[in-house]
């Protein structure tokens, strides 16, 4: 029996950088979560018969989210719900999941590094057949839908026993509560060399930050790599992330930045975060920035198994540095300048474009899934290391030493007033035309745009990305507001200075003049009322 509720539209379910994210008051109110599902499934074509992959990052509201989420897919018309023991898949698993399942799309509950709990976020991603985040055209679909909803269905029954492994129906569909962990492990197991990383003795500390890759890292670090047990830090994942904020960043995985930093360093120090799809990586008294990490990662790929053919291309999103394209013009293989968001990716992955694709903001990944994906950077690092020989610190200086060093630096201004942001960017905009030719100390603007992409596959256009300014010289800065944050606005402003001999400097005192001219071109102390950033990556 189908059940019909009637309900009325809200008009703040437009899905942002990555689903619509929201505290989960917001998510509590009546029919909040079933118009936005309903939304889903009212906009998503050839559904009868077919199957969806459901999971979460088992967050505060998974388990509530996911049983509705179910019923609603049967009444739905799908055929088969594919779901993670206890709610639980991480977002590269649940993209794997959705291509080796052939399944219509999925529903991935999260909303990543934001905290969670009763007064934290929660977060619905749809992806799209492909593995991968739904692309734009989709979510406005989605977006318009909920303006106008009416009614959600579900089939009428009683929640499933998400913690048992098996079959059962709901309605006329086959639900399928599945190992969250087995079938991404057994991906990664084809892509790098297992032996060798076993064999290279090294040693290394993992913080899942009581997050949902705990289970993932215990299963592939410790039973099937063999480090010691206890590598695996905060492995069990809360519905609150132990109050923590599961964003792997220098401010929130601090103990971990600590131990590396140490005399006790292990070889090799890494974190993801709330739904497994950002990495953190440190060696040894050396941390690698996200956007060195893409470059480093993409110029010693061909060491692993699953990438010894060589890559097609590499892919970055506009504010990440520059780095991973000197990587590709000494290969000769093209490096394409997305948005910022993992969905830009999908279609030069598709076309096989690109193999490896990043983002400054600890976010790497490749085309064995069609998400960023954490412990695949961890493992593809372990490899190179394995492979090599060397420590993260040699890679680092050697990668330096070949290409120039690409200093780098994001800041963040946090729950800035929405109109003080917005003025910010606005005026910014207004003097894009003026600056070129402008000189702040010794730096010289040579163009400035807001920038915008044409898809090369599809020939999409997407405006508005974020204010480009561009120094004489391959340095930068880039401004934009972010679209994952759920009160006020976020500023970031992403620094970048590029130095082909000196490579052995300190980070803050190679951008102070960018900061500066920064400032004077934005106007941000003027704007927040803010003289320092909260979070600095
Ligand atoms: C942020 C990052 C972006 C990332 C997005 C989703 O978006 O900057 O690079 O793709 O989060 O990552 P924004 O709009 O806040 O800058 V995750 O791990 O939160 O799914
Ligand atoms: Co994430």
Redesign the pocket.
Known sequence: MIREHPTTAYTDQKP????L?KKVRVFQQANYAENFVQSVFDVVEGKEGATLVIGGDGRFLNREVIQVAIRMAAAAGFGRVVVGQGGILS?PAASNLIRIRGALGGLVL?????PGGPDEDFGI?YNIANGGPAPEKVTEAIHARTRTIEVWREVEGSDIDLDALGETRVGDMTVEVVDPVADYAALMEQLFDFAAIRAAGLTMAFDAMSAVTGPYATEILEKRLGFAPGTVRNGTPLPDFGGHHPDPNLVHARELYDLMMGPDAPDFGAAS???G??NLIIGRSRFVTPSDSLAMLAANAHLAPGYSQGLKGIAR?M??SAAADRVAAALGIACYETP???KFFGNLLDAGMATICG?????TGSDHVR??DGLWAVLLWLNILAATGKSVDQIARDHWATFGRNYYARHDYEGVESERADALMSELRGRLGALPGERFGDLVVEAADDFAYEDPTDGSISRNQGVRVLFEGGSRVVF??????TSGA?L?VYLERFDAARTDEDTTAMLADIVAAADAIAGIVRHTGRTQPDVVT
């Not at 983002?359 to 976010?363: H, I, L, M, W």
């Not at 934009?480 to 944050?485: A, D, E, I, K």
Request: glycine fraction near 18%.
């Open positions: 942002g950088t990555s689903g994210r977002t999260s909303a990543s590094h934001n991603k975060d709330g739904d799809d950002r999103s504010p990440t910022t968001g993992w983002e400054e903001s600890a976010g998400e960023k934009r507001l972010s679209g994952t944050g976020t970031r």
